[in-house]
């Protein structure tokens, strides 16, 4: 079954530290792969995609994302964390028969401590 | 330029009345869709609309229908609501094509007491 994996559900970090938040995938060729952030009672905003190509990808915000086929996997990553980033993070992905409808993972909510 | 629109931005409804919740897609996009997102659930996928016609279809009940009009705006309809129906319900635009992302709404919260 075509699936998103995101296994941290909560993760603490000082402002200032690195982040990652991980996130795999499970489809039998390469995704379309997206970070969404979802600050509360708020919509979804696009932080990066992944369509082919380089498999590091830069974002908004200071973000980037690294694709690895070989771990089917897409991890987030910013090297210093504002409070501002406090918000659910969400890994999603589209396949190319799927028209627009994209599979989101169930998120991990970023908490960030002065 | 316009990012997508979401009307109204929240709602309360009686179970078992009918709610429709309105969608004005990026100019340009011609790809709606929709989806559920409960605390229990997650992001849920409902419908997609393209040029007017619904190109997929998530698993819900058909209490949940959608129609897209001619120039791209989208409703979703909610018949006989269940307080499980209670969520936020957020809309995507789109270009379609294979290198293309979806835009969210702001969302419409929907309380059904």
């Known amino acids: 079954a075509q699936s998103v994996t995101q296994p941290d559900i909560h993760i603490t970090v000082s402002e200032g530290a690195s982040l990652e938040l991980r996130c795999n995938y499970s489809y039998g060729a390469t995704p379309y792969l997206f970070w969404y952030v979802q600050s509360p009672g708020q919509g979804l905003q696009l932080l990066l995609k992944?369509?082919?190509?380089?498999?590091l990808v830069q974002g908004i915000k200071g973000f980037e994302a690294e694709f690895k086929r070989s771990q089917s996997s897409f991890n987030l990553r910013k090297p210093s964390v504002h409070w501002s980033d406090a918000a659910e993070y969400f890994c999603?992905?589209?396949?190319?028969?799927?028209?627009?409808?994209?599979?989101f993972g169930t998120g991990t909510k970023l908490q960030v401590i002065p | 330029k316009a990012g997508v629109t979401q009307t109204p931005r929240y709602l309360i409804k009686t179970r078992g009345q009918q709610v429709t919740l309105s969608c004005s897609p990026i100019?340009?996009?011609?790809?709606v869709s929709w989806y559920q997102q409960t605390p229990g659930q997650g992001l849920q996928f409902l419908f997609e609309?393209?040029?007017?016609?619904?190109?997929n279809k998530g698993n819900f009940p058909g209490r949940f229908s959608g129609r897209q009009f001619s120039n791209s705006r989208s409703e979703m309809n909610v018949s006989t609501l269940e307080l499980g129906d209670s969520a936020l319900y957020l809309c995507?635009?789109?270009?379609?094509?294979?290198?293309?992302?979806?835009?969210f709404g702001q969302g419409t919260r929907l309380t059904v007491v």
């Open positions: 992944y369509f082919s190509g380089d498999t």
């Open positions: 995507a635009s789109s270009f379609m094509g294979r290198n293309t992302e979806a835009f």
């Open positions: 100019s340009g996009h011609r790809s």
């Open positions: 999603a992905f589209r396949t190319e028969g799927g028209y627009q409808k994209v599979t």
């Open positions: 609309y393209f040029s007017e016609t619904q190109r």
